[in-house]
T-cell receptor
Framework: DTAVSQTPKYLVTQMGNDKSIKCEQNLGHDTMYWYKQDSKKFLKIMFSYNNKELIINETVPNRFSPKSPDKAHLNLHINSLELGDSAVYFC??????????????FGSGTRLTVV | DQQVKQNSPSLSVQEGRISILNCDYTNSMFDYFLWYKKYPAEGPTFLISISSIKDKNEDGRFTVFLNKSAKHLSLHIVPSQPGDSAVYFCASRATGNQFYFGTGTSLTVIP
């Protein structure tokens, strides 16, 4: 009964391919996020959606496009994958007002390897 | 530009002793701070938080201390247990719902 689930857990693909990572939360949260953890272990926010609307869009190549069909889902689509996209991608969710008590709830991550 | 720094990538402590994990930040506008714990192949999980209006928050074996003048916070775990072995991230917030994370400290508690 996973609170924030993301699929796939591992993804190995060739340069130039297009791939998607899916995320779903069953916590009733209204805000969802994508974070990237690079090789230096630095966790950096990429996108944040509140009630299906984009509220944070950090400096990320436009090859990355988030899509939120409803407030329980936030998918990440990546076009023309590059070697530098290799990282662990974490999905997270929170209440927009209640995050102070528990912060984010994270998924278990998707390890993307571009070869 | 890393606004939250954890300068110790790793720490080893004997079981039963105190573990002290440190975090420094640069943005004086940060008003809320959290610690997360992460096991291998899992996402980070929330551990403890502190508001900038406080200098200490305690939850069982975990205590977070905030020194705003030094822009420094620390997490104390006492007594340390082998199950505490994990990577610990600190995170800080300035506005909205966006947290900035440090690079983590890997804690090993030796039985």
């Amino acid at each position: 009964d996973t609170a924030v689930s993301q699929t796939p857990k591992y993804l190995v693909t060739q340069m130039g391919n297009d791939k998607s990572i899916k995320c779903e939360q069953n916590l009733g949260h209204d805000t969802m996020y994508w974070y990237k953890q690079d090789s230096k272990k630095f966790l950096k926010i990429m996108f944040s959606y509140n009630n299906k609307e984009l509220i944070i869009n950090e400096t990320v190549p436009n090859r990355f496009s988030p899509k939120s069909p409803d407030k329980a889902h936030l998918n990440l689509h990546i076009n023309s994958l590059e070697l530098g996209d290799s990282a662990v991608y974490f999905c997270a969710s929170s209440h927009s007002l209640g995050y102070r008590e528990a912060g984010y709830t994270f998924g278990s991550g998707t390890r993307l390897t571009v070869v | 530009d890393q606004q939250v720094k954890q300068n110790s990538p790793s720490l080893s402590v004997q079981e039963g002793r105190i573990s002290i994990l440190n975090c420094d930040y640069t943005n004086s506008m940060f008003d809320y701070f959290l610690w997360y714990k992460k096991y291998p192949a899992e996402g980070p999980t929330f551990l403890i938080s502190i508001s900038s209006i406080k200098d200490k928050n305690e939850d069982g074996r975990f205590t977070v201390f905030l020194n705003k003048s030094a822009k420094h916070l620390s997490l104390h775990i006492v007594p340390s247990q082998p199950g505490d072995s994990a990577v610990y991230f600190c995170a800080s917030r300035a506005t909205g719902n966006q947290f900035y994370f440090g690079t983590g400290t890997s804690l090993t508690v030796i039985p």
